[in-house]
């Protein structure tokens, strides 16, 4: 299958941390792939209930996962969004921030999606 190369994350550092044990590898993406859903649904249900602390708590939770998987585009936003929420400043760029996170996201579950199947692709 031809999936185009990934343009959000960099698993490099992942894979030479797991030795490229390819199992472990699967197992960590598909746990992060979880961790955005999670993230995307309380995101958009805590930006509508304008629930600032739901929202610092989410985004500095994920944090840790966006350096594992290099995911640097977002990993700066995100850091914003953190300290942003943590002071209450700039209320309009926080959504900003918000939704662009969740665009990004949107895209970052489908490279690692794209890349359990090149996975999988070379194991057969």
């Given amino acids: 299958m031809n999936i185009p190369k990934s343009s959000y994350i960099d698993l490099g550092p992942l894979k030479e ?3 490229g044990n390819t199992v472990i590898c699967k197992m960590l993406i598909n746990s992060f792939i ?3 859903d999670s993230y995307v649904n309380t ?3 805590e930006i509508q209930a304008t629930d600032f602390t739901g929202l610092y708590h989410v985004a500095h939770k994920i944090i840790p996962s966006l350096r594992i998987f290099r995911v ?3 990993e700066p936003v995100m850091l914003e969004l953190e300290k942003d929420l943590r002071g209450l400043n700039n209320l309009e760029e926080i959504k900003t921030k918000i939704y662009f996170s969740l665009k990004v996201f949107s895209q970052v579950k489908v ?3 794209n890349e359990i ?3 999988d692709d070379a194991a057969t």
């Fill in 17 to 19: 941390e797991v030795e």
């Fill in 34 to 36: 979880k961790d955005i």
């Fill in 43 to 45: 995101m958009t249900n």
């Fill in 72 to 74: 640097e585009k977002l």
């Fill in 111 to 113: 490279e690692l999606q």
């Fill in 117 to 119: 199947i090149r996975i």
